[in-house]
C-alpha cells in the first residue's frame, strides 16, 4: 500500500500518458526519502524537480573524470558529444569537459559510511590532501558534523570534492 502511494507520487500526468520518473526505479525506500521533495504544481498535480545533470568544467577531461570515478568508486567516464560523463547512483550525470578558463566550484556527495571508508582508503593511497573543512584550514582531519563524516578534497582542476555520510541538517 505504501509502495504504491509512493509510486503514485512519482507518477507526473501529462494529459492522459502518465509518465514515471527516474525516481521509480529507486528502492522503496529511497522512493520514501524522495517522496519529500515532491511539491504540488500550482495546477494541482504533483511535481518534483531534480537534478539531472551539471557540466565540471576542468582542463583535462579524461583526467578529471577518471580521477572522480576512482575516487568515489564510480564506474569509467563514458563519453557523449564533447563531455565525458561520469553517472552517480541518484541518476545524475557529471558531464566533463575541457575549458580554457576554469572557476574552481565545489560538489557534494552523500555516500554510505561503507563508501566513505572506501573513499578515506582511496585519498590515502594516493596520498592526498584532504581537510575537514572547506577552508582548507583543518588538513588529515575529517569532520562529524550532523552525526556523520565529512571530508574536503581537490580533484586535478583545482575543484573543491565533498564526501558526507548525512545530509546537513539531519542533525546529529
Known sequence: ??????????????????RTRA?????????IRNARWARPHTSGVELSVELN???????DKQESA???????????PKPYGPFLAVEVTNDVLLYFVDVDVLHPQHYAFLVSEEDFDEIMARIGSRG?????????KQPGQINHDDGGRGVYWQEPSG??????????????
Open 159 to 172: 575543484h573543491l570534492l565533498e564526501a558526507i555520510t548525512r545530509p546537513y541538517g539531519a542533525g546529529g
Open 1 to 18: 500500500m505504501l509502495i504504491a502511494a509512493v509510486t503514485t507520487l512519482l507518477t507526473v500526468t501529462r494529459g492522459d500518458q502518465p
Open 53 to 59: 545533470h551539471t557540466l565540471v568544467n576542468v582542463s
Open 128 to 136: 592526498l590532501t584532504y581537510w575537514a573543512d572547506p577552508f582548507r
Open 66 to 76: 577518471a580521477f572522480v570515478a576512482e575516487i568515489l568508486g564510480l564506474a569509467e
Open 23 to 31: 525516481a521509480d526505479r529507486l528502492t522503496p525506500l529511497a522512493c
